[in-house]
Each structure stands twice: as structure tokens, then as C-alpha cells.
């Protein structure tokens, strides 16, 4: 069955640290990856996605994601981190079929 | 400026009653899903559909839940009886037909049983 799974539930970090959070992906076949945000109170939005070309994605707020097959891995990162980034992050994966699956979410809390 | 909407966007209700919660696909859209979100259990895929049609409901706990497609514009979950184990926000998506194409979200429906 298709998962996705994240390394961490909570990070907790000060501005202008670097962030890394871990997501792998359990399927077969080709598989599209994405990283959504949600902020307080909101809805998800998407961050990046990747489908195929070149495994350095980079997406809005000067977030970018690395997709390692071998691994099965696509990690998002930032160089620098706002207090504005505080949000939780999800990771997604769609495989054969259309059926897209989350990882159950990373929190960040970005201490200004 | 096209956008996934649900109604209503909160929804307090009593244990007992049923719930129908509404969401409008973005025009053009032929596949829609449906997520609960918890803090308990994140984010659950509860069904989706593709050109009207149920793909997967198993997420879904059948004896009281269905969601059904009655047209292209319209998608809908509910919930007879609701429970209080129910209360959560529920977050419709929709995605094109074309190729390398990511889900967008409603604003959700967060339902409050009591």
C-alpha cells in the first residue's frame, strides 16, 4: 500500500536557522511528490511538486526539495527561516490511480 | 480567480443529527477528494473521485458516512448520525485532468459535534 511518512512532528527553531524536514515515500511505479503548507487557521497550500526532470526543485518563499529515488526521499529544506514559516508542513505523494496520500505533518514553530 | 469552495465553513451540531458538508470543485476539475484532519490523526484521505466516479471510499467509515458526486460542480460528505468523534475539519481538493498537476483546497469545513 502507497505511505508517506515524516521524520519529525515538531521542530522548533530561531530565525535565520536552516531547516530540513524529511519525508519518504513507500510506492510502486511512478509517483508525483509534493510538499503543502497550512498555516494557523488556513487551508493547505502547495509549496512544490515534483514529476519528473531534474531532482532539485525549488518552489515558493525560498523553499526547495530534493528528490532522492534511491532513497525514496523528498526532503524540503530552507537556508533561512522566518517567524513567518511557523506552519505545518505535509508531504504528499500520488502514485497510479490519482489517489493522493499525506504524511502526517511536521509543525514548525519559528521563534522570532 | 478559481478556487475550491466549501460550505458551510464551520458547522455545530448536535450528536444524532446529520451532516451534509458541500464543496464545489474548481471548473474543469474531474477529480475531487475528500480529508479529514485531526490533531490526533493529521490528515486522513476519506474518498476521491475521478469524473464523477468513486475511486476509493476506504478511508470512509461506511455505516455512517457517504460522499457522492450528484454532478461535475458539486461534491458532498455526510454524516448520519454524527458523533461527537466526528468533530474535525473537513478539506475537499480538487485536481485537472492534465498531467503534472498538483490538488488545491478548499478552506474546509470545521465541524463541531456535541
Known amino acids: 500500500a502507497q505511505s508517506v511518512s515524516q521524520h519529525n512532528h515538531h521542530v522548533i527553531l530561531s530565525e535565520a536557522a536552516s531547516l530540513e524536514l524529511g519525508c519518504n515515500y513507500s510506492?510502486?511505479?511512478?509517483?508525483?511528490l509534493f510538499w503543502y503548507v497550512q498555516y494557523p487557521g488556513q487551508h493547505l497550500q502547495l509549496l512544490l511538486k515534483y514529476f519528473s526532470g531534474d531532482p532539485l526543485v525549488k518552489g515558493i518563499k525560498g523553499f526547495e526539495a530534493e528528490f532522492i529515488k534511491s532513497k525514496f526521499s523528498f526532503n524540503l529544506r530552507k537556508p533561512s527561516v522566518q517567524w513567518s514559516d511557523t506552519a505545518e508542513y505535509f508531504c504528499?505523494?500520488?502514485?497510479?490511480?490519482?489517489?493522493?496520500?499525506f504524511g502526517g505533518g511536521t509543525r514548525v514553530l519559528v521563534k522570532p | 480567480d478559481a478556487r475550491v469552495t466549501q460550505t458551510p465553513r464551520h458547522k455545530v451540531t448536535e450528536m444524532g443529527q446529520e451532516v451534509t458538508m458541500r464543496c464545489q470543485p474548481i471548473?474543469?476539475?474531474?477529480?475531487v477528494f475528500w480529508y479529514r484532519q485531526t490533531m490526533m490523526q493529521g490528515l486522513e484521505l476519506l474518498a476521491y473521485f475521478r469524473n464523477r466516479a468513486p475511486l476509493d471510499d476506504s478511508g470512509m467509515p461506511k455505516d455512517r458516512f457517504s460522499a457522492e458526486m450528484p454532478d461535475a460542480t458539486l461534491a458532498t460528505l455526510k454524516i448520519q448520525p454524527s458523533e461527537p468523534r466526528d468533530s474535525a475539519v473537513y478539506f475537499c481538493?480538487?485536481?485537472?485532468?492534465?498531467?503534472?498537476?498538483?490538488?488545491?483546497f478548499g478552506q474546509g469545513t470545521r465541524l463541531t459535534v456535541v
Open positions: 510506492y510502486g511505479g511512478t509517483v508525483n
Open positions: 471548473l474543469g476539475h474531474n477529480t
Open positions: 504528499a505523494a500520488r502514485g497510479a490511480g490519482n489517489k493522493l496520500t
Open positions: 481538493a480538487s485536481g485537472s485532468p492534465l498531467e503534472n498537476t498538483e490538488a488545491f
